[in-house]
Structures are given as structure tokens and as C-alpha cells.
Nanobody
Framework: QVQLVESGGGSVQAGGSLRLSCAAS????????MGWFRQAPGKEREGVAI???????TYADPVKGRFTISKGNAKNTLILQMNSLKPEDTAMYYC???????????????????WGQGTQVTVSS
């Protein structure tokens, strides 16, 4: 059973920064794609940033230029550096991953089979 565990969420004022981390229990095989999704109360889960392979990144338009996704030093670890945070970034943030090649829309939640429990990010104005 592969588990993903997120950390690094918290509360910050608008304009501040947070760094989210995700670590997977799987160490034998590497995920092809890993990414971050978020879900605010009353809204659907939306893709934030995805990284496939070593360098292929995809960002949702609202976070382009502010968020950076990268892989950690250990296998199957993931980082999301969030800068210039806005109140509309407030949400539960989830780490997601899949071993297979993700075709089509990489920001679509249904393309991922492995999910973490989430970490809350709250940005106050």
C-alpha cells in the first residue's frame, strides 16, 4: 500500500510564502508524475502543479509565476514552493501521484491513483 504524506501547510498573510512537502512510502519504483491539487470549501478539487519525469512541469494559470514544483532529493518526494500567496489560495492541498504515464490533461484529478490526506493552507488578507 503506497502512502503519500504532506507537510508544511499553515497560516500566512497575503504576500507571504509557504513550502509544502510530500513524501511517499514507495521506494522501489518511481512515480512518473507527481503533483499538487487543492480544494476549497464548496469547490471542486483543482490541479495546481504537476511534474512528470525529471523536468516536465505543468502549472494552473492562477499560480503561474508564483508557485514552483520540484522533486525532492529522496525518491518519490515532492516540493511546492508557494510565494506571493493570495487569500484565494486558501484551500486543502493534496499530493497526488501515479506510476503510469499521464496522458491528456495532467491537471485532472481523475488521472491520479495515489493521494495524500492533505494539508491546510490559509492565507489571510
Amino acid at each position: 500500500q503506497v502512502q503519500l504524506v504532506e507537510s508544511g501547510g499553515g497560516s500566512v498573510q497575503a504576500g507571504g510564502s509557504l513550502r509544502l512537502s510530500c513524501a511517499a512510502s514507495a521506494r522501489t519504483f518511481s512515480f512518473h508524475c507527481m503533483g499538487w491539487f487543492r480544494q476549497a470549501p464548496g469547490k471542486e478539487r483543482e490541479g495546481v502543479a504537476i511534474i512528470c519525469g525529471e523536468l516536465a512541469t505543468t502549472y494552473a494559470d492562477p499560480v503561474k509565476g508564483r508557485f514552483t514544483i520540484s522533486k525532492g532529493n529522496a525518491k518519490n518526494t515532492l516540493i511546492l514552493q508557494m510565494n506571493s500567496l493570495k487569500p484565494e489560495d486558501t484551500a486543502m492541498y493534496y499530493c497526488a501521484a501515479d506510476f503510469g504515464v499521464v496522458s491528456g490533461d495532467r491537471l485532472k484529478a481523475s488521472n491520479y491513483n495515489y493521494w495524500g490526506q492533505g494539508t491546510q493552507v490559509t492565507v489571510s488578507s
